[in-house]
């Protein structure tokens, strides 16, 4: 499976045009030490969408809809539905706080492979033996050490979510997160991948890992930038 950085560089493959692949900003901070920007390698056929400022989530949103559709002008009830979905998806991730979704639109065989991966901060204390103490007892948690960031606490749960119930489908999203405090900041950056695909969420656990063990820290006067949490 092919994965690309994301980085100020050039536009990452999937992402909106003209956006800064790699960068986003938010809420205005307090003057003084430059805040810690974050980088993470995600597969190429995952599409990014930055959060914040509405405008650029709305560019985003309507140039994924434009790809998706291209040369398809016979389905308007379809673009629709997908159109409410995106943007019920994207202001869910807005509702948590969170800064960058990501929508897997990887395929095997033909078959689609569903995942997001939604990238929230926190402005709180939360260092990586608190979050274990405080999810214990709602998933399989532990403390984990990433090669680049660090350590972080690791939840890995399953639930059977409203969509699903609606569909009638027994199957249960498997979720992922991950705690990971921010260097020199009583703060976190939690990383939420999220699959439906219950019969083979193992292997999807095992990209979500893979993505997530990528995160790296660097200040925003470094060469080589990540994103803004």
């Not at 608190?130 to 890995?156: I, K, M, Q, S, Y």
């Not at 999220?194 to 997530?212: H, K, N, Q, R, W």
């Amino acid at each position: 499976m092919r994965q690309v950085p994301s980085t100020e560089s050039g536009a990452k493959p999937g992402t909106e045009p003209g956006a800064e692949s790699g960068t986003d900003a938010t809420s205005a901070r307090p003057a003084g030490r430059a805040v810690p920007v974050f980088g993470l390698i995600t597969p190429g056929d995952w599409y990014r969408i930055p959060l914040q400022p509405r405008e650029r989530r709305e560019a985003s949103m309507s140039a994924l809809i434009k790809r998706q559709f291209a040369g398809v002008d016979d389905q308007p009830i379809l673009r629709r539905k997908a159109e409410e979905q995106l943007r019920g998806t994207a202001e869910a991730g807005v509702e948590q706080g969170g800064v960058v979704l990501y929508l897997s639109f990887l395929e095997a065989g033909g078959i689609p492979l569903s995942a997001s991966l939604l990238v929230t901060h926190l402005h709180r204390k939360f260092d990586s033996l608190d979050a274990v103490a405080a999810l214990a007892g709602t998933g399989e948690v532990g403390v984990v050490t990433l090669p680049e960031a660090g350590r972080a606490a690791r939840l890995l749960r399953r639930r059977r979510t409203k969509q699903a119930r609606k569909l009638g489908t027994e199957f249960e999203d498997t979720v992922v997160e991950y705690f990971v405090p921010v260097p020199d900041r009583d703060e976190v950056l939690m990383l939420t991948f999220s699959t439906p695909l219950e019969p083979i969420a193992d292997a999807m656990v095992g990209l979500f890992d893979a993505v997530a063990e990528t995160l790296r820290w660097q200040r925003p006067s470094e060469e080589t930038k990540g994103e803004r949490e």
